[in-house]
């Protein structure tokens, strides 16, 4: 049977029915996770809100995302993700247009940790329902081509934030809050698509015949079968030591990411002097940097778990050396190109550990191993903001904290060489 199916021709048909939505879907999470990126200069002053007010406003998003991760993607286990997705978008389209209406600080941290909430589980989500479509060979580069969508929100950020700022006063309504409203209003309208077009496993796809079922069923299970029997265990599949080991890794990175991604455009405004539409083209070529590193992806990580564990200490090395850049600055260019560099590596590499333990663990425990693996990186989401707001108040500027970005990036890369080397013990 195995001989009837071409293996390129599925999966490519495979990829056609399921990246395009879940691509989409990923890119108005970061849009709608961001947009206070944009919105903070203006938002700040109109409501008072100091650096610190803002930093554990940002911060807030991802203590509630993280306590709920493993629960949501246990449940996606059970209803299946076409539904589950569609729950999440739905109730963070929602939650992204009503922050616009926040006026004091407890209300802004409670609408934060409630988008926080509702979008918990997305990202491990998506990882587990590629691992029913795509083996490991194939798997890095599917999650790779729905991760473009992470350099595209960047882009459209960068392209439309200046324009909807420009509409403060329009019907009585100020610039930032037409930029939360506009831009939460797509994840309402996908949800409804999600429920209606996605495919929820190779079972019920109907466009596939029974030899590429059966093939395809095969492949994963004996992909299965070498990663062990499942533990059957919630706890032992929650401190699994690869799940502690890639998520402690990317928690580290994430720390500089999310002090980097929520203060961009104060940063990049106060290195180079450039004005909103300036700051915004700049956040545009991060973007195109960003998805220049996805895209070589597949060429560098292979197919095999070691040489994924080595690019993605290499991607942290590079981002070091952007921060490094930064840190250093003396100039608009060099504040630019080190932005740019450490963007694009830092999340670059930011895709590749739940990959790779969706390859390291059993079957029946990846449901909580990825949630549980990436609960450990948005921990380094969450202290990374709330922090850098602290220093910045304290100091007057971001120099110190991108310079404590500089040792914690490369502290990832080692964590990560760690977790090779245990893997090539293990065989």
């Known amino acids: 049977m195995a001989a009837e199916v071409n293996e390129r021709t599925l999966f490519r048909r495979i990829a056609w029915r399921t990246l395009p939505l879940i691509l989409l879907s990923y890119f108005v999470a970061v849009v709608d996770r961001s947009n206070i990126s944009f919105a903070a200069k203006t938002m700040n002053a109109d409501l008072g809100f100091s650096e610190t007010i803002y930093g554990i406003g940002a911060s807030a998003f991802f203590l509630g995302y993280s306590l709920l991760e493993v629960p949501s993607n246990l449940l996606l286990a059970r209803f299946g993700a076409r539904v589950w997705l569609a729950r999440i978008m739905l109730t963070w389209g929602l939650i992204s247009i009503l922050t616009a209406f926040v006026h004091t600080p ?6 934060r940790f409630a988008l926080g909430v509702a979008e918990a589980g997305f990202y491990p989500g998506v990882i587990l329902y590629l691992s029913t479509w795509f083996p490991g060979e194939h798997r890095a580069w599917a999650i790779s081509r729905f991760y473009i969508a992470l350099p595209l929100s960047y882009v459209v ?3 439309i934030a200046a324009p909807l700022l420009a509409l403060d006063g329009a019907m009585g309504v100020q610039g930032w809050q037409w930029l939360l409203i506009v831009e939460g209003i797509p994840s309402v309208l996908l949800a409804l698509v999600l429920i209606a077009a996605l495919p929820d496993r190779p079972e019920t796809a109907p466009w596939l015949s029974d030899a590429e079922r059966a093939w395809l069923n095969g492949v994963l299970r004996r992909e299965a079968a070498a990663a062990g ?4 265990n919630l706890l032992r599949a929650l401190t699994n030591p690869f799940v502690l080991l890639l998520g402690g890794a990317n928690a580290l ?3 500089a990411i ?4 929520f203060s ?3 940063l990049l405004a106060q290195g180079t002097g450039l004005d909103t539409a300036g700051v915004g083209r700049v956040v545009a070529v991060g973007g195109v940097a960003i998805a220049l590193g996805l895209l070589s992806v597949s060429a ?3 197919r095999t778990t070691a040489r994924t564990l080595v690019t993605y200490a290499g991607f942290m090395a590079l981002a070091a050396a952007g921060l490094a850049l930064l840190w250093l600055g003396g100039s608009g260019a060099s504040t630019i190109g080190g932005y740019v560099v450490f963007i694009a590596a830092a999340q670059t590499a930011g895709m590749l550990p739940l990959a790779v333990i969706s390859r390291l663990i059993p079957e029946g425990d990846r449901p909580a191993g990825l949630a549980m693996g990436n609960t450990i990186s948005q921990g380094g989401a969450f202290f990374g903001p709330i922090t850098w707001g602290v220093l910045a108040d304290a100091t007057g500027s971001y120099a110190t904290g991108v310079a404590l970005l500089i040792p914690i990036s490369l502290a990832a890369a080692c964590a990560a060489l760690v977790a090779r080397a245990r893997s090539m013990r293990l065989g």
Do not use: E
């Open 106 to 111: 407890w209300q802004f941290y409670a609408m």
């Open 157 to 159: 950020m960068g392209s």
């Open 229 to 232: 029997a499942p533990s059957h």
């Open 253 to 255: 990175n994430y720390v």
């Open 258 to 261: 999310n002090a980097i991604v």
């Open 264 to 266: 961009a455009p104060k």
């Open 300 to 302: 560098l990580a292979g």
